[in-house]
């Protein structure tokens, strides 16, 4: 099989039961530090942020908005003053975090298309256990459709709004 060669062999198989537990246990407490370190990092860059800070240019304009003068305050500030001059990259991480989605309508509406046809796909293959294969290949199309697929389906909406249209005049 291709890239086996490139696994390397720990020669798990070749251990003792005890040399395995050992490794093992070594492990889980290099994994206990890694993990005491990334809290500790969160816990320290949270004080360092609502930290109050004294500064000529940021505290009265935050204490004019209402704002408490903290770094986390003036880093905000600082980002919206970039995007304000004309950083794209600071506007995208603004709206990112603000909720603002950067998605178009169109690639909203493609998702749901796309979760509708999985949903579809998913309901098929635990319904019809005889045409296993069929409901396997139409669920992988269903996650990956064709551009043809997509308008096909956009086709469907504008025909039956047409008929609905119809049905009305009656």
Do not use: C
């Amino acid at each position: 099989m291709a890239n086996y060669e490139n696994i390397k062999d720990y020669g798990f198989d070749k251990r003792s039961a005890s040399e395995v537990r050992e490794m093992q246990s070594r492990g889980g407490k290099r994994s206990g530090e890694t993990r005491r370190k990334k809290a500790d990092f969160r816990k320290m860059l949270n004080a360092l942020l609502t930290a109050k800070i004294d500064n000529p240019e940021w505290t009265p304009f935050l204490e004019s908005l209402g704002l408490d003068s903290t770094l986390e305050a003036a880093v905000n500030a600082a980002m919206i003053k970039e995007a304000l001059g004309g950083n794209v990259k600071a506007y995208e991480v603004i709206a990112k975090y603000s909720g603002q989605g950067t998605g178009t309508d169109a690639d909203l509406e493609e998702q749901r298309i796309r979760t509708d046809r999985a949903k579809r796909a998913r309901d098929q293959e635990v319904g019809d256990t005889e045409s296993g294969n069929e409901n396997i290949q139409s669920f992988l199309k269903a996650m990956h459709p064709t551009e043809e697929d997509l308008q096909g389906l956009f086709e469907e909406e504008e025909d039956n709004a047409e008929e609905t249209e119809e049905t009305s005049e009656i």
